[in-house]
């Protein structure tokens, strides 16, 4: 049995790279196509023919000079794009239901085999909060854990400094070029120098409004639990402890005054069984039982080989699996009974839809239309 750790080839990571920048494949997509095809490359050359079996005449696909561009500019930074399955891709960030296929690291990654507790809170946060905020990632750095943020002003921001010499992880919403907010540069290098920035997205992307709920899943995916300090209702905080939630990871947070806007989010996470923190033995004690969680990641299945010409039965299964959907989710078992078709069948199908731009995949494996 061979038991050598896996690691991509330059040119395997050059395809992987092509493949998750390739339009309309997301993470979920990617560890499909990758299954289903046998590898990234085999992936890349069929994307064209399954998106115009789809309806999409062009697609867009990085060719391979621009995935070459992209890793020699990161590495200028000194980032390098890590394969999940290799050795140093973060562990728990294995077990989320869409976890990046390569995360750009910059810095000592050494911090991801050590237990991490992510923090995330208020931007426009109250001096209370951001001094408590501070002490509990001093404390937690203290025992032994890496301190998890988004790099944000304010919680994050004080997460972050405090955790600096016992190590860090900044999440980045956009890419290693484009830091958000700009203000928080030097706070960054010095991040970097001892811990480690990440990101998920291309090297120069620029983070849009969308790209933050999408980071908030790598935050939370990275920790063993989550603690929030101070957030308003309906703020990001909270869509970073839903995502925990969904992810089997602990949430934390800290009460605060009623008549405090920024405390609504934390109060109410309290009510709906988060548990209380007053201090960092509080969330230390309740994660030791959930440390060394480990999951299996992408599988390696035989490569399959889709005919070039399109038959009209094929084109009448996808225009089937189609009509079947609808903006409700539903599970990929439920569509394979209703149309009466081979799984393998199923999944070109839902291929060709997706490329197209016309189904949604979603967490659970539940798929709906556009």
């Given at each position: 049995?061979?038991?050598?750790?896996?690691?991509?080839?330059?040119?395997q990571?050059?395809?992987?790279?092509?493949?998750?920048?390739?339009?309309?494949?997301?993470?979920?997509?990617?560890?499909?196509?990758?299954?289903?095809?046998?590898?990234?490359?085999?992936?890349v050359r069929?994307?064209?023919?399954?998106?115009?079996?789809?309806?999409?005449?062009?697609?867009?696909?990085?060719?391979?000079?621009?995935?070459?561009?992209?890793?020699?500019?990161?590495?200028?930074?000194?980032?390098?794009?890590?394969?999940l399955?290799?050795?140093d891709?973060?562990?728990?960030?294995?077990?989320?239901?869409?976890?990046?296929?390569?995360?750009?690291?910059?810095?000592?990654?050494?911090?991801?085999?050590?237990?991490?507790?992510?923090?995330?809170?208020?931007?426009?946060?109250?001096?209370?909060?951001t001094?408590?905020?501070?002490?509990l990632?001093?404390?937690?750095?203290?025992?032994?854990?890496?301190?998890?943020?988004?790099?944000?002003?304010?919680?994050?921001?004080?997460?972050?400094?405090?955790?600096?010499?016992?190590?860090?992880?900044?999440?980045?919403?956009?890419?290693?070029?484009?830091?958000?907010?700009?203000?928080?540069?030097?706070?960054?290098?010095?991040i970097?120098?001892?811990?480690?920035?990440?990101?998920?997205?291309?090297?120069?992307?620029?983070?849009?409004?969308?790209?933050?709920?999408?980071?908030?899943?790598?935050?939370?995916?990275?920790?063993?639990?989550?603690?929030?300090?101070?957030?308003?209702?309906?703020?990001?905080?909270?869509?970073?402890?839903?995502?925990?939630?969904?992810?089997?990871?602990?949430?934390?947070?800290?009460?605060?005054?009623?008549?405090d806007?920024?405390?609504?989010?934390?109060?109410r996470?309290?009510?709906?069984?988060?548990?209380?923190?007053?201090?960092?033995?509080?969330?230390?004690?309740?994660?030791?039982?959930?440390?060394?969680?480990?999951?299996?990641?992408?599988?390696?299945?035989?490569?399959?080989?889709?005919?070039?010409?399109?038959?009209?039965?094929?084109?009448e299964?996808?225009e089937?699996?189609?009509?079947l959907?609808?903006?409700?989710?539903?599970?990929?078992?439920?569509?394979?009974?209703?149309?009466g078709?081979?799984?393998g069948?199923?999944?070109?199908?839902?291929f060709?839809?997706e490329?197209?731009?016309?189904?949604?995949?979603?967490?659970?494996?539940?798929?709906?239309?556009v």
């Amino acid at each position: 049995m061979n038991n050598d750790p896996f690691r991509l080839t330059e040119d395997q990571r050059l395809d992987w790279l092509r493949l998750i920048r390739a339009e309309n494949v997301g993470p979920r997509t990617f560890r499909l196509l990758v299954n289903q095809f046998g590898g990234a490359g085999p992936a890349v050359r069929l994307l064209p023919e399954l998106a115009r079996r789809g309806g999409r005449s062009i697609l867009k696909i990085p060719g391979r000079d621009e995935a070459e561009a992209e890793l020699k500019e990161a590495a200028r930074m000194g980032a390098r794009y890590v394969a999940l399955g290799e050795a140093d891709y973060p562990k728990l960030l294995r077990e989320i239901d869409d976890p990046p296929p390569l995360l750009a690291v910059r810095g000592n990654s050494e911090v991801f085999s050590r237990p991490a507790i992510a923090m995330v809170g208020a931007r426009n946060a109250s001096v209370a909060g951001t001094r408590y905020a501070a002490q509990l990632a001093r404390e937690f750095g203290e025992a032994g854990f890496v301190v998890v943020s988004g790099l944000a002003r304010g919680i994050d921001s004080a997460a972050h400094r405090a955790s600096i010499s016992t190590g860090t992880v900044a999440v980045l919403a956009g890419g290693h070029a484009k830091p958000y907010p700009a203000e928080n540069e030097k706070l960054l290098e010095a991040i970097v120098d001892t811990g480690t920035a990440v990101s998920e997205m291309p090297h120069r992307w620029e983070p849009r409004a969308r790209d933050f709920p999408r980071r908030n899943r790598l935050i939370s995916g990275l920790a063993a639990g989550v603690v929030v300090v101070e957030a308003a209702e309906r703020s990001g905080s909270l869509i970073t402890a839903r995502l925990a939630g969904e992810q089997g990871r602990e949430v934390f947070a800290v009460p605060g005054s009623p008549a405090d806007p920024r405390a609504g989010g934390t109060n109410r996470l309290i009510k709906d069984g988060a548990t209380l923190v007053t201090s960092a033995a509080d969330v230390i004690e309740n994660l030791k039982p959930m440390l060394g969680l480990s999951h299996p990641i992408i599988a390696r299945e035989p490569e399959i080989v889709i005919p070039t010409e399109t038959s009209q039965s094929a084109d009448e299964l996808r225009e089937r699996v189609a009509s079947l959907l609808s903006s409700t989710p539903v599970t990929l078992d439920e569509i394979v009974r209703e149309a009466g078709a081979k799984v393998g069948d199923i999944h070109i199908a839902l291929f060709e839809l997706e490329l197209a731009g016309r189904i949604e995949r979603h967490g659970g494996g539940l798929i709906s239309l556009v």
